[in-house]
């Protein structure tokens, strides 16, 4: 089985970094590519980033690409997301998925998910 456990999030200014981590406490994380979605308030869950099972292919959102690294260490079963640059507008509770298949245009199809990290950004 795969049991996500994200951490990290907290509150931050604009301008400001974390780094959100997405642990797997099951099967080897190797046979999983990873995604991070966030939902905000009032809105639906959107699409942050995604990383291959060997972390060699990765797609951002247009609106993170450049400020939000996605990487993965599979000896240590962890994903990693840092963000830099922070925005108000990234402000949202940041999830992490698995699936056994990477895709680049397919968002769905993620079998596996965490509780979510709350992560807000102040002005």
């Known amino acids: 089985q795969v049991q996500l456990v994200e951490s990290g999030g907290g509150l931050v200014q604009t301008g400001d970094s974390l780094r959100l981590s997405c642990a797997n406490s099951?099967?080897?994380?190797?046979?999983?590519?990873v995604g991070w979605f966030r939902q905000a308030p009032g809105k639906e869950r959107e699409f942050v980033a995604t990383?291959?099972?060997?972390?060699?292919?990765?797609t951002y959102a247009d609106s993170v690409k450049g400020r939000f690294t996605i990487s993965r260490d599979n000896a240590k079963n962890t994903v990693i997301l840092q963000m830099n640059s922070l925005k108000p507008e990234d402000t949202a509770v940041y999830y992490c998925?698995?699936?056994?298949?990477?895709?680049?245009?397919?968002?769905?199809?993620?079998?596996?998910w965490g509780q979510g990290t709350q992560v807000t950004v102040s002005s």
């Open positions: 998925a698995a699936r056994t298949v990477y895709s680049s245009s397919y968002l769905g199809g993620y079998n596996y």
């Open positions: 099951g099967r080897s994380f190797s046979n999983y590519a």
């Open positions: 990383i291959s099972r060997s972390g060699g292919s990765i």
